[in-house]
Every structure is written in C-alpha cells, then in structure tokens.
C-alpha cells in the first residue's frame, strides 16, 4: 500500500476515519444503552464494550489536548495555570472524599478522595508538560 502524498486525499481519508469512528462510537453507545435498558447500570458496566467505549474516550482526550494547546493564541502561563488546576482538584476531591467518608466509612473516602486526586492529577501535568515542550519550541 502506498503513502498518499496529495493533500486533498489525505484531508478526505481523515474525513472518512472521522466519520467510521463516529459511527463506530455511536453503534457502541447504542449497545450499551441497550444493557443499560435491558440490564440496568451493572449490566451495562460489565459489558467489554464498556471498558472499549472508556478506553476510547480517554485517548481521544488526550489526543485533543495536545492539539488544543498548539492552538493557543497567547503564551499561556503555565504555572499559573498548574497551580490553579491543582488547587481545584485537592479541593474537589477533598469534597468527595469527606462525603464518601460521611456515608461509606473512612476507608472509602480515602480511596475515592485518592482515585478523583489521581485521575485529576494526571491530565493536569500532561497540560502542563504539552505547554512547556509548546513554549520552548
């Protein structure tokens, strides 16, 4: 198979993927609607489609994000902005952790408090490290 060179057809090739992966994600919503409806959330949760479709998004936010920052007008301040990121996620997940330890236990507050300060962590650095590499370059 030979590398498209004509900028034409490789702007249609990317307009034809982005409409399959549009389709493909919307026959995927459609399935799990249907455990959803069918089987409730547990049911919907343990379909593998389900770890497909989470997988799925994840990547493509992060796939966003760096095209998001090499569209920035302005010099952003990068630390500023990780300062403030990071500020809100303690605070955020502070909140959920006291409430999960009020009706769950101290355990699970800590657990949950945890997890929503990890996962908030991680796109907040990845950020940070795109606008750093962006204002070196």
């Known amino acids: 198979m ?29 399935i799990l609607g249907y455990d959803f409806m069918t089987k ?9 489609l389900w770890v497909l479709f989470i997988i799925t998004s994840i990547i493509s936010a992060y796939l966003s994000m760096s095209i998001t920052v090499d ?27 006291l409430y999960a330890f009020i009706t769950n236990g101290i355990m699970n507050g800590f657990i949950l408090g945890g997890v929503v300060l990890i996962c ?12 750093t590499k962006n204002a070196v370059e």
């Open 71 to 97: 569209q920035e007008k302005k010099k952003v301040d990068s630390k500023k902005h990780l300062t403030l990121s990071i500020l809100f996620i303690l605070f955020v997940s502070t909140v959920i952790g």
């Open 2 to 30: 030979q590398k498209i060179k004509d900028e034409r057809l490789v702007l249609k090739n990317l307009k034809n993927i982005r409409l399959l992966f549009g389709i493909q994600t919307a026959g995927i919503i459609g």
């Open 120 to 131: 908030g962590l991680a796109p907040v650095i990845y950020l940070y490290y795109l606008r």
């Open 40 to 48: 409730g959330v547990e049911g919907m949760t343990d379909n593998p």
